[in-house]
T-cell receptor, first 111, second 111 residues
Framework: NAGVTQTPKFQVLKTGQSMTLQCAQD?????MSWYRQDPGMGLRLIHY???????DQGEVPNGYNVSRSTTEDFPLRLLSAAPSQTSVYFC??????????FGPGTRLLVL | KQEVTQIPAALSVPEGENLVLNCSFT??????LQWFRQDPGKGLTSLLL?????REQTSGRLNASLDKSSGRSTLYIAASQPGDSATYLC??????????FGTGTRLTIIP
């Protein structure tokens, strides 16, 4: 199993550009989540999904959209990038009540 | 507000010593608790998962305890090694859907 994979590993955007961060898992997990990690702030939940077709907002959802058309994929869309969205983004997946597995992260720099 | 706190933010100990990392949380009605390790520039690696019905979990030199009544968890590392140097994160599922993280303890093992 590849586990949780994320692409790209690193991205530079200009303010106002849009992009999609990709996340995929091959463990047939029903739960998937997106977090951002900022110095001094810890990891904060952006959006999560409890199954295909079901998504909900986390702690910091503004400026981000998600969809879950398949069990395997959970892309995160930045609609109009802002410097405040410079961060490291982690995708995670799990099955109910069990260990949460994280991807390697995407480092995003918005200029 | 449901919060997770880890104190101290940083800790340095000589190699070979046993050590304890602390985690406190504000709501005793937790679903489960996880300890993670994060190396610089890397993703999160799950160390131990403790279900709400459990008091402790062990994996090799690591032992995690859970006391819901006092809102505390500890991660005990025996016979510390330089390779244990990393940031250790505590995370709590207050419900079944959202994982709340502490800001971590940065551990340095001095050879």
């Amino acid at each position: 199993n590849a586990g949780v994979t994320q692409t790209p590993k690193f991205q530079v955007l200009k303010t106002g550009q849009s992009m999609t961060l990709q996340c995929a898992q091959d463990m047939n997990h029903e739960y998937m989540s997106w977090y951002r990690q900022d110095p001094g702030m810890g990891l904060r939940l952006i959006h999560y999904s409890v199954g295909a077709g079901i998504t909900d907002q986390g702690e910091v959802p503004n400026g981000y959209n998600v969809s879950r058309s398949t069990t395997e994929d959970f892309p995160l869309r930045l609609l109009s990038a802002a410097p405040s969205q410079t961060s490291v983004y982690f995708c995670a997946s799990r099955t109910e009540g069990e260990t949460q597995y994280f991807g390697p992260g995407t480092r995003l720099l918005v200029l | 507000k449901q919060e997770v706190t880890q104190i101290p933010a940083a800790l340095s100990v000589p190699e070979g010593e046993n050590l304890v990392l602390n985690c406190s949380f504000t709501d005793s009605a937790i679903y489960n608790l996880q300890w993670f390790r994060q190396d610089p520039g890397k993703g999160l690696t799950s160390l131990l998962l403790i279900q709400s019905s459990q008091r402790e979990q062990t994996s090799g030199r690591l032992n995690a305890s859970l006391d819901k009544s006092s809102g505390r968890s500890t991660l005990y590392i025996a016979a510390s090694q330089p390779g244990d140097s990393a940031t250790y994160l505590c995370a709590v599922f207050f419900g079944n859907e959202k994982l709340t993280f502490g800001t971590g303890t940065r551990l340095t093992i001095i050879p």
